[in-house]
């Protein structure tokens, strides 16, 4: 059905406005388009064996027409909402809504509240798409930030039968009777397709067998107009590639690179030639070592030309977007083509098309290196950085537990070591490149830096790079980084989860700006206690507080100075399972709690303090530790 200019569709008592038409359908429900108070409010429902929700999908619930208020808890979940001219006159009436399904685990705590809700007021479901407005909902409870949410629709598919029966000329159905799938046919409906034997069989016209050789005719020319072209291409190619072996000097620079620091660097014009025919081929086919390639314009509409931004870092920005089949999908738009970014670019392509882990990211796809711009394609993962939730916007909303925080230290370490064990080192291990999705399972991400590494060698020499914080000391001794720099910088990032502090902030004292510097001083002075983040419980849970020193003793060894006093990551995985699987009364290997309840670091204490780290100095703002370059 049509109203004015735009397609909708008659569900039950209810209109829905058809946003988006592709094989996952986006619909808004029509009676909120106006405002966010209709009259007369009535619940969408749908058969799902023919109309499937996407997993995205949200259940708002809205409570309106309330015979008293309702008292609210301080909840991310709970909004109200006043209907009428606002002068707070008899007019005006009070509604409420929950942003998450009532279902969710995450609101067992106003358990109460929902049922004074329920006995109070008339309330109605909606289905809202589960992307970044419902989250800025969330963060931020206005009326304009629920009207978005509402406009933003919600996803559905039809039934896996419909693409074949639209492939035999047919037209998708639902029998009300038999409650399954129909294919409507010219002459008759059928359960699956429609049968080639029923397509009409009239002759066929002179006129259209005319029409047929001419479109032959003009489709060779095509053809053999488009080989001399390419022939005259490719000679032109192997021109500009002999021209190019005489060396081509390529300064970089890094201007835009907020949360990483590069210098410059020359390239030969060996790698130049090592570099372009190896990721040229990828526009010769539909996939590149088993990763999908993508046209611009087909990632332009996935994320509305690029308006949903998720986060930007030292790479490029991040957007959010949904494919034609229905897969959200987070993707990378690297911010120049340079021959340095097209480096990162089929760097991180060749390490992620051959590693599957279930805590590694996972690549979709990417575009041709052909293309208008440099994209990345990954799985969405909606539950933002570890960043975020240890000292960014989600810290606050959703602090995470330490149960919590020690599975996601187990998670993180584990993928590492099955990237070492892989010949891989990452390079820019950080806490902005620790993912975390609905369950906070990890994701590590952005291997733009990683480098691939031979079994038999024990360091490989770089350019300076990384992030200041969590850099190698031991680097800038000898400008070379190994396995054991990301066991570093795996240590910052457990001072993190123990203390919720950023790796670096010019606000606190100049020997603390170093969030490493500053765990190895409290550790070797008796002092583990002022590093730990109260919040966590340690003061009033032994057990806590026995499990974050033995944590923050093993972040003390995973920072030493010189690498071959740190841990290997198979060696890290295994210590914390065995702090996660420690009884109570059982003590640790090193940490001893002494009854006067201070922290007594006994074979630590003797160890060499640490020079505050060179990358201080090169810190000029804290706020950029906590972007992410995923």
Same mark, same amino acid.
């Given at each position: ?118 006995? !109070? ?30 406009? $933003? ?15 035999? $000329? ?86 835009? $690179? ?10 030969? !014009? ?77 760097? $991180? ?82 806490? =902005? ?24 060698? =024990? ?108 841990? !290997? ?16 009364? =059982? ?32 810190? =000029? ?10």
């Amino acid at each position: 059905m049509c109203i004015g200019c735009s397609t909708t569709h008659r569900l039950g008592s209810n209109t829905l406005k058809l946003l988006r038409f592709r094989p996952q359908h986006l619909f808004e429900r029509s009676d909120f388009i106006g405002g966010l108070c209709p009259k007369d409010i009535l619940n969408a429902t749908f058969d799902e064996s023919v109309l499937k929700v996407s997993p995205t999908t949200e259940l708002l619930t809205i409570y309106h027409d309330c015979n008293r208020p309702v008292p609210q808890y301080n909840s991310t979940y709970v909004g109200d909402l006043i209907c009428g001219d606002g002068d707070g006159d008899d007019d005006d009436t009070i509604s409420y809504y929950v942003t998450r399904n009532l279902s969710s685990p995450v609101l067992d705590g106003i358990r109460g509240q929902l049922d004074e809700f329920g006995f !109070s007021c008339k309330s109605v479901n909606i289905r809202v798409s589960g992307g970044p407005w419902l989250d800025a909902l969330q963060k931020n409870r206005t009326r304009d930030n629920l009207q978005k949410a509402l406009a $933003e629709g919600f996803q559905l598919g039809l039934n896996q039968d419909c693409s074949a029966c639209l492939a035999s $000329e047919g037209a998708c159905g639902f029998n009300r009777n038999s409650g399954g799938f129909v294919c409507y046919c010219i002459d008759e409906a059928n359960n699956r397709t429609c049968s080639s034997r029923k397509k009409d069989k009239a002759g066929i016209s002179f006129g259209t067998i005319a029409g047929i050789v001419a479109a032959c005719v003009l489709l060779v020319a095509i053809l053999v107009a488009g080989g001399v072209f390419c022939i005259f291409r490719r000679r032109k190619k192997t021109h500009a590639t002999q021209h190019m072996s005489k060396g081509l000097p390529i300064t970089s620079t890094s201007s835009r $690179e907020t949360s990483s620091y590069q210098t410059s660097t020359t390239i030969s !014009s060996s790698s130049n030639l090592a570099l372009l025919p190896s990721i040229s081929y990828i526009t010769n086919a539909s996939t590149y070592f088993g990763v999908q390639v993508f046209s611009y314009e087909e990632l332009e509409e996935a994320t509305e030309n690029f308006s949903r931004e998720l986060g930007n870092g030292g790479f490029g920005t991040v957007y959010y977007g949904v494919l034609k089949d229905g897969r959200s999908v987070a993707v990378k738009r690297l911010y120049e083509r340079s021959l340095k970014r097209v480096e990162q670019f089929k760097n $991180e392509i060749d390490i992620l098309k051959s590693l599957k882990h279930t805590n590694l990211v996972i690549l979709y796809g990417c575009t041709s290196r052909h293309s208008t711009e440099l994209l990345l394609v990954y799985e969405y993962i909606s539950n933002g950085t570890l960043a975020d939730h240890l000292h960014g916007d989600r810290a606050e909303a959703r602090p995470l537990c330490w149960p919590i925080r020690l599975n996601i230290a187990i998670e993180t370490a584990s993928a590492l070591s099955f990237l070492h064990k892989s010949g891989i080192i990452h390079r820019d291990v950080k806490t =902005t490149n620790i993912l975390l999705d609905e369950n906070s399972t990890v994701k590590v991400a952005d291997f733009g830096l990683s480098r691939l590494f031979s079994t038999d060698q =024990t360091h490989v020499s770089t350019a300076p790079q990384g992030t200041p914080g969590y850099v190698d000391p031991e680097y800038y001794q000898c400008y070379r980084l190994n396995e054991k720099s990301d066991v570093y910088s795996f240590g910052v990032v457990l001072a993190e989860l123990i203390s919720s502090k950023e790796a670096v902030d010019i606000t606190r004292h100049r020997h603390d700006i170093n969030l490493a510097n500053m765990a190895v001083s409290k550790i070797q002075n008796n002092a583990v206690h002022e590093l730990l983040d109260p919040s966590l419980g340690f003061a009033k849970d032994p057990e806590v507080k026995r499990k974050m020193i033995s944590v923050a003793e093993l972040a003390f060894r995973c920072l030493q100075q010189e690498r071959e006093g740190r841990p !290997s990551m198979d060696e890290i995985v295994e210590t914390l399972k065995g702090i996660k699987g420690e009884k109570s009364g =059982t003590p640790p290997d090193v940490v001893d709690i002494v009854g006067s309840g201070e922290d007594d670091v006994g074979l630590l204490r003797h160890s060499v303090p640490p020079p505050l780290s060179p990358d201080i100095d090169k810190w =000029t703002s804290s706020s950029d530790t906590a972007a992410s370059s995923f």
